[in-house]
Nanobody, 115 residues
């Protein structure tokens, strides 16, 4: 079992930045691929970014070039730095841990981009 707790969401103006954090705990979270997904009302959940334990990163198309994912294996924390935010980035952002058939989700943190 892996538990994931997100933080850092909130209200930000267009063009602003936010950094999301996800603290992982439980059974060897450093062995999992950690990632961020988002889901806007009425839309499917989509990948924002993922990072392997080695540090290899992958990014979804929706925010590529505006986000950076990083992880601190010592602290079992994954971060998502989001820049140049747009109103269409408004969504619930979810932390994900995946290893083989094991997959866990956090509760989500809301990001609202509005003036």
């Amino acid at each position: 079992q892996v538990q994931l707790v997100e933080s850092g969401g909130g209200l930000v103006q267009p063009g602003g930045s936010l950094r999301l954090s996800c603290a992982a705990s439980g059974n060897s979270p450093s062995r999992y691929i950690l990632g961020w997904y988002r889901q806007a009302p009425g839309k499917q959940r989509e990948l924002v970014a993922g990072i392997f334990g080695s540090g290899l990163r992958t990014y979804g198309d929706s925010m590529k070039g505006r986000v950076t994912i990083s992880r601190d294996n010592a602290e079992n924390t994954v971060y998502l730095q989001m820049n140049s935010l747009k109103p269409e980035d408004t969504a619930a952002y979810y932390c994900n841990a995946r290893r083989g058939n094991d997959e866990y989700w956090g509760q989500g943190t809301q990001v609202t981009v509005s003036s």
